[in-house]
Nanobody, 126 residues
């Protein structure tokens, strides 16, 4: 059974940093492209970042580009999202997701992903 477990969320002041982690189990991690999404109250789930199976290709939403870095460690079955210069509008539940089918494509729709974690709350105070 595939499991994705996020960690690293919390409360941080504007301008601060957080590193989110997502640990995968139950599947060969290196066969999955991975993504991060977020969902604020009353809003739809939105794409944040994506990384290819090898880690060679990454994509970001315009809202986090330049402030965030997605990375992965296939030996540890873990994907990371480093977020810097956080803003109150970054407040949301952050989810990691796994894509079994496509690798290098920029897939931003939640429906493109096969497995999801339970989410971790990120709250940025002003």
């Amino acid at each position: 059974q595939v499991q994705l477990v996020e960690s690293g969320g919390g409360l941080v002041q504007a301008g601060g940093s957080l590193r989110l982690s997502c640990a995968a189990s139950g599947i060969t991690f290196s066969t999955l492209a991975m993504g991060w999404f977020r969902q604020a109250p009353g809003k739809e789930r939105e794409f944040v970042a994506r990384i290819s199976r090898s880690g060679a290709t990454t994509y970001y939403s315009d809202s986090v580009k330049g402030r965030s870095t997605i990375s992965r460690d296939n030996a540890r079955n873990t994907v990371y999202l480093q977020m810097n210069n956080l803003k109150p509008e970054d407040t949301a539940v952050y989810y990691c997701a796994a894509d079994r089918l496509q690798d290098g494509s920029r897939r931003t729709l939640p429906s493109a992903y096969d497995y999801w974690g339970q989410g971790t709350q990120v709250t940025v105070s002003s």
